[in-house]
């Protein structure tokens, strides 16, 4: 091989290992192994960059606006109040909700359809008394089936398009990868349908550990008048180290502060409220200063300015890595931590000192406004209020309907490409006042962009340096007793393995230009083989971390690692089947 090669393998090595021990973002670790890519030589700054100009990440974008209009005005919520019904078997409930999510998250992103959906499940499943991790799981599942229906249904197939192009090929038809796609999504479907009530276990989400246990999480004591913390700040009365509980209210003359900062001021009978573990209330008996209470419970707080809210943790979080205390959580937040799940369990002990976690579930109780503010920022990947009623239509939602039906037309009929359809209907919304323009820029995901973007330098190493057609002649060796079919199937597992270690699209770009390789090797057309990783890398499956409406469910349905894995398999296995028969039919060799 050539050095070119060399360094080529030395990065990608690099790329997935800080990937996969989640060292540095995302963005940042890919636009890093591009670049040094380009200094060492291995690819040109035309090449480097390439994906900064290609029409897939800009359509992407566009995309992502249109998902915000949808979300913001509900126009999905009709959908989603006739889902579901009242329980009248697993399987029943399963299929009215999953054929709706799969069919909007053909034409639509399927972030805000799965985040929508998720307290709705939760509210079902409470009211008609089952568990919601027999449904969270399918409901991610289907949106990620539903997205290969269409070439706009999920980024992998645009960045596949975008491919495709940039290397002289037609780009994707709206409804050319519909082919297999479509026969995919509804054998996944089925095998969720007749399965899941089987294969996944019922687990106690968050939401109902804290309703079951609402016991543990409440503490309230009284300031002694004229006692050791009358006139003291909170921190000068360490009430900021407790064991097992933390400070999230005070009550004074009919006024409520929460959350409370360290500086605040405590004056003889004050209410305080604690929340955390009753196990763990040692330290408030013994605090000198603080008398019981006969308000017990959580329940007495003041609903009309607090309430409890779920909030899911994403890769992309500035929370992740770090412990509450380090962020100053409350204050900044204006929200107080009562309790925190990670991997299905709930954590124990000094909440302040856990370091969060990708996927980790917070129940916050904070103010009614708090999603409001915060639902759009990267700090939550997904904010759901407990026990809250669903968001209304807005009079704009038919509006944001027709312009959704509009793109899907103009591009279907071929009358004016994907991109071109897009962003004139992210311009339209504007202009029509769906979105402010602040909106507009908010609802896209730049880290998301930056990953498939930078990524497209990788994709070029591979194939310039030969890397490429070595690894296509390595396929070829392999499997080449099962002729076509076979070196198919070896290309669609070598997706697999990658898609779960690194982001989905970055698996597309690095295996795209192996897809076409492998074909020239075999002197056949390269679009089934572009067809199988586009299909591989769009399913995932597997793990949480795979797919971003994975990681959303995590926390809500209470899941652990290992659940994921025992529906996901046999998707997986389903899926790779289905490539290897399906694609040559949908695009002969």
Request: charged content about 15%.
């Amino acid at each position: 091989m050539t050095w070119q090669a060399w360094i080529t393998i030395a990065v990608i090595i690099t790329t997935v290992v800080v990937l996969v021990r989640d060292l540095l973002p995302p963005a940042l670790t890919l636009l890093g192994g591009t670049t040094i890519l380009l200094v060492t030589g291995v690819i040109d700054v035309a090449q480097a960059f390439s994906g900064f100009c290609n029409p897939a990440p800009i359509t992407i974008g566009a995309l992502y606006i249109i998902a915000r209009a949808v979300d913001k005005t509900g126009a999905l919520q009709p959908i989603v109040a006739r889902t579901l019904g009242e329980g009248n078997g697993q399987k029943t409930s399963l299929a009215r909700l999953l054929f709706p999510v799969a069919g909007s998250s053909a034409f639509l992103n399927n972030t805000p359809i799965v985040a929508m959906m998720i307290p709705q499940v939760e509210n079902w499943a409470d009211r008609v008394g089952v568990s919601p991790s027999k449904y969270l799981i399918p409901l991610s599942y289907a949106a990620v089936l539903g997205g290969t229906v269409t070439a706009i249904g999920t980024a992998t197939n645009l960045v596949v398009s975008g491919l495709l192009e940039e290397h002289g090929f037609a780009p994707l038809g709206m409804f050319e990868i519909t082919r297999a796609g479509l026969p995919i999504a509804l054998c996944g479907l089925l095998v969720i349908v007749l399965f899941a009530h089987r294969l996944l276990p019922e687990r106690i989400p968050a939401r109902r550990d804290l309703e079951e246990s609402e016991r543990e999480f409440s503490v309230n004591m009284e300031v002694e008048k004229g006692g050791a913390l009358d006139g003291r700040t909170v921190s000068e009365g360490q009430l900021r180290q407790l064991q097992g509980v933390f400070l999230v209210q005070i009550a004074r003359n009919g006024e409520t502060i929460a959350p409370v900062s360290p500086d605040t001021v405590l004056r003889g009978g004050d209410l305080l409220t604690f929340v955390g573990n009753a196990d763990l209330v040692v330290d408030l008996q013994g605090t000198s200063g603080l008398v019981s209470s006969e308000r017990k419970h959580l329940a007495q707080f003041d609903t009309m300015h607090h309430t409890f809210f779920e909030a899911v943790l994403g890769a992309a979080s500035p929370l992740v890595g770090k412990t509450l205390k380090e962020l100053g959580f409350r204050s900044k937040y204006q929200a107080a931590v009562v309790a925190i799940h990670q991997a299905g369990e709930r954590v124990t002990g000094k909440l302040g000192e856990v370091r969060l976690r990708v996927g980790d579930n917070l129940i916050l109780l904070t103010d009614p406004g708090f999603r409001d503010r915060w639902r759009y920022r990267r700090d939550f990947l997904l904010i759901s209020r407990m026990g809250g009623v669903p968001p209304s239509v807005t009079k704009k939602s038919t509006q944001v309907g027709l312009i959704t039906l509009a793109v899907v037309l103009a591009a279907g009929l071929n009358l004016m490409p994907i991109l071109h359809a897009a962003l004139l209907a992210g311009i339209l919304l504007v202009l029509l006042g769906v979105l402010t323009p602040a909106e507009a820029r908010g609802a896209i995901d730049f880290d998301v962009i930056i990953v498939i973007a930078a990524a497209f330098g990788l994709g070029a190493a591979v194939e310039t340096s030969g890397l490429a057609e070595k690894i296509a002649l390595s396929l070829n060796g392999t499997f080449s007793f099962l002729g076509p079919h076979g070196v198919l199937l070896g290309l669609a597992l070598a997706t697999v393995v990658l898609r779960e270690l690194i982001t989905n699209n970055a698996a597309a770009v690095l295996l795209f230009p192996i897809a076409v390789a492998t074909a020239a090797y075999l002197g056949l057309d390269p679009r089934p083989f572009v067809m199988a990783v586009a299909l591989a890398a769009a399913t995932s499956f597997l793990t949480p971390i795979g797919y971003q409406t994975n990681i959303m469910v995590y926390g809500p349905g209470g899941y652990k690692y290992t659940d994921y894995f025992r529906l996901g398999l046999p998707l997986t296995l389903m899926v790779i089947i289905a490539i290897v028969l399906l694609v040559p039919v949908a695009w002969p060799f």
